[in-house]
């Protein structure tokens, strides 16, 4: 059986180091696990002191400092340098470790990541992705879609752009399992002339690759119908696309409370609904993902929730461990190293009709 090594930011996120803790050690149970823990050691150990059955899968790199969820990102080297999220992302750089896990502070573990991880070959931009359900008209054996960038950058060139949709799409393939993901590209209207030039020559690249099955433009009323499995889009776009999903989530469970407190056939519907209202809560809940990962570094890196519990953590490392055994990474280099090559191949941009 192999052994999966992963270095977990033991000090990230708001139920840090408990919750943490305790979601390594469910994972553990598996054998298959050597996790490295950064944070305070002393701290750490307490909570181990819990789980003796499986300590010995769990060595404890002890870092002193930890980033607070309001650190500014670009202070993190300078007040932060013996942080447990730096310290893991070194030991990841180092290649003692196939993969990073982190519910801390969003912007400062891209940051660390980029500053110690190398980017896959070609990849200039790496791109924080995220999962959400959808109404799942594609059929699909789970109801998520995939949407990237969700805020590692604001803005992006055309090429970037191209990139998240072929990283995208490997993601899909191994993640979701789908041998030829559907993937679309976020934008004003339907047709292949909306958006602007960057948006119209993205929108024909697309199209014409035969690494991607490309659906075409999607609007923003088409994201949770699940007509797609990869949403590709810009930073700032991909944001406030899921914010507003999550506002609209809560606001319907707000209005769903408020809706049975007026009348009693509707306090008897929602009873009535109440089995099916759990089982859509527990798909669509982010503690069953596990974590949103970054895409385009040599390794993987995954950004799970600051309120992660510790079912949230064991979720994102069999996630990790997933994605190591399939061997996203490399899958993602061989995508951009092929479009890389054939793109900008003259005979390729003379039959596309592209001007590079």
Known sequence: MRLYRLAIDGMGGDNAPKAIVEGVCRACEAGNLQILLTGDKDLLEAELAHF???????????????????????????????????????????????????????????????????????????????????????DREDIFSLILDVGANITVDRDHMIHFALMGSAYAQK????????????????????????????????????HINFYGNIEGSDLMKGVIDVVVTEGFIGNIAVKTMEGVAEAAMGLGRLAIRKKLIWKLGMLLLSGGIRKVKKISDYQEYGGAPILGLEKLVLKCHGRSTPRAI???IKLAVKCSRDDLVNTMKVAINSFEQEFTHPDYVHIAGFDT
């Open 175 to 210: 993640v979701k399992g789908v041998e030829k993901p559907l993937v679309g590209l976020l934008n004003m209207g339907s047709e292949n002339n909306k958006g602007g030039p960057k948006y119209i020559e993205v929108n024909r690249i697309l199209e014409s690759l035969p």
């Open 314 to 316: 064991e979720n994102a």
């Open 52 to 138: 003796p059955n499986v300590r010995k899968y769990i060595e404890v790199i002890h870092a002193p400092q930890s980033i607070p969820m309001d650190a500014k990102p670009r202070e993190i080297f300078e007040k932060y340098p013996d942080s447990s999220m730096i310290k893991a992302a070194e030991i990841v750089s180092s290649g003692q470790a196939d993969a990073l896990i982190s519910a801390g502070n969003t912007g400062a573990l891209i940051l660390a990541s980029a500053q110690s991880i190398p980017r896959i070959k070609g990849v200039h931009r790496t791109a924080l992705a995220a999962v959400y359900p959808t109404s799942n008209a594609l």
